[in-house]
């Protein structure tokens, strides 16, 4: 009788264990923060340059920093915008005096025409003139429509960068002239989308005058592209461009 009840009572222990462990509810997973609404950058190809952004916008700048030399950005950040980071990121490598990156991230603001100004010098050299200087005017334009904004790009863009959600659009435009045999042969990346391609004459009676040449481009799913343009004859198969324009494109 004693090994009859202690079976029972292993059984009911176990039946009640098997209960509690399928009551017990499952942690809920972490939630991973959204990306920013829209991510714009730029980088020492961009310096000099004006662009318009809507206020919530993403700035992100991203220069090249070697601490080994004493040189270092000291970047002023106006009013209008909020800094959301101010990264240096070491470079990946073990070589000795090797260059990294700095990376500043700005909110865009109140609307307003804000520039930010950096300088590369050495702390220590009060009155010495800096090394390189980096200027980026942002004029931040009361919101609109955020999904139906178009990034524009033109030549001032070549060889940069430029980055964005999914599903929104970016313009390219360059200068064109027909007239001397030449034109843009543009290669758009399987990942983005070419929504338009079109040549837009010159206003101008004036023979020879140039056109431009407008493609508007839409980034269907994430990843990084490259944008490449070559500005050819194209009965000259071997002959070289007479000019190009590439854009890394990342889309988030």
């Known amino acids: 009788m004693i090994r009859k009840g202690l079976f029972i009572l292993l059984i009911a222990t176990a039946l009640l264990f098997a209960a509690g462990c399928v009551s017990e509810q499952p942690d809920a997973p972490p939630q991973t923060p959204a990306p920013p609404v829209s991510l714009h950058m730029f980088d020492a190809t961009n310096d000099g340059g004006s662009y318009t952004f809507e206020p919530g916008e993403i700035i992100r700048i991203t220069l090249a920093e070697n601490p080994t030399t004493g040189y270092s950005w000291d970047m002023a950040v106006p009013a209008g915008l909020t800094l959301k980071r101010d990264e240096f990121i070491a470079p990946d490598t ?12 700005f909110e865009a603001g109140a609307p307003g025409t804000y520039i930010v100004e950096g300088k590369y010098l050495r702390p220590w050299e009060a009155d010495a003139e800096p090394a390189e200087t980096f200027t980026l005017t942002i004029i931040v334009e009361a919101a609109t429509e955020p999904t139906s904004r178009v990034l524009e790009v033109d030549e001032t863009n070549n ?13 390219i435009t360059l200068a064109e002239n027909p007239t001397t045999g030449y034109s843009w042969d543009m290669t758009i990346p399987e990942g983005l ?6 040549f837009i004459a010159p206003d101008t009676e004036l023979m020879g005058a140039p056109g431009t040449h407008v493609w508007l481009i839409q980034g269907d799913k994430p990843g990084e592209y490259v944008v490449d343009g070559k500005y050819i004859r194209p009965w000259e198969a071997d002959g070289e ?3 190009t324009f590439t854009l890394e494109v990342m889309v988030g």
């Open 94 to 105: 073990e070589l000795a005096g090797a260059p990294g990156t700095h990376v500043w991230e």
């Open 159 to 171: 060889g940069g960068m430029i980055g964005f959600d999914t599903g929104m659009q970016f313009r």
């Open 193 to 198: 989308t070419l929504v338009s391609d079109e």
């Open 241 to 243: 461009p007479a000019d």
